[in-house]
């Protein structure tokens, strides 16, 4: 299962890279406004009063858990891997939603590549700098607008937005995409993140507003 949707995933990333710079973009449908949610044109910024600063120096993404290859990345061997770029919706439970994010950064299907998760894996973990954590079902993160993302609007990605390294997941609710990302864990078994265990969805689809457990 997870098979299929890393191999998909890879594929469809092939076919956007190919596509980008030669077709437009095709519009999208009228509909894309989840339930609920109000469109943004500015980019509201949502923490937990905690914008933790972290050299480029210092930082570190350790990638861990039921892997082959558990890695811990410098700035600069994530920055050797191949980049990527995105434009996806933006989704936060409070009710706003912001269009056309333009993000660069890593697919999430290029690290899973990297560390090769065992076939118990069936959950991720991601842990962040600023004491957050949130938990997303493996399948969902091998889906093709997955990605670490270091750029946004072609620039880097701020610190009140997550830098230097933030997740973008942007199929579920934003909680779902952490910021000042540290660690990222394969789990055979779900563990539920900071907000998980307050209330909110572990599921999180906007399309349903799915927002609270
Ligand atoms: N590390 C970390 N990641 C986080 C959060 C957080 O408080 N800390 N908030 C989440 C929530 S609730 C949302 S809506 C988005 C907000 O991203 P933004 O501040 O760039 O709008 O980040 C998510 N990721
Ligand atoms: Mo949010």
Redesign the pocket.
């Known amino acids: 299962m997870a098979k299929d949707r890393y191999v998909a995933a890879k594929q469809a990333w092939a076919e956007k890279q190919r596509a980008r710079g030669a077709a437009p973009r095709p519009t999208r449908s009228a509909d894309r406004l989840p339930p609920g949610q109000k469109l943004t044109t500015g ?6 009063g905690v914008q933790p600063e972290i050299p480029l120096a210092d930082w570190r993404l350790k990638i861990d858990g039921a892997v082959e290859r558990p890695v811990t990345l410098t700035w600069e061997d994530f920055s050797a891997l191949p980049q990527v770029e995105d434009v996806s919706d933006f989704h ?2 409070t009710t706003w939603s912001k269009y056309d994010c333009r993000w660069g950064g890593v697919a999430f299907v290029t690290l899973y590549e990297l560390v090769q998760p065992r076939h118990e894996a069936k959950f991720v973990y991601f842990t ?1 700098y ?1 004491g ?1 954590s949130t938990n997303v079902a493996l399948e969902k993160c091998l889906d093709d607008d997955v990605l670490v993302a270091t750029r946004f609007e072609g620039a880097p990605v701020s610190r ?3 830098g230097p390294a933030r997740v973008i997941i942007p199929k579920l609710y ?2 779902k ?4 990302i540290h660690g990222i864990s394969f789990l055979p078994e779900d563990k539920l993140g900071f ?1 998980e265990v307050r209330g909110y969805s572990n599921t999180a689809d906007p399309w349903t507003e799915d927002r609270y457990a």
């Open positions: 980019f509201p910024v949502l923490d937990l936060c439970v962040s600023d957050y009140e937005h997550g934003a909680w995409g952490a910021k000042f907000w």
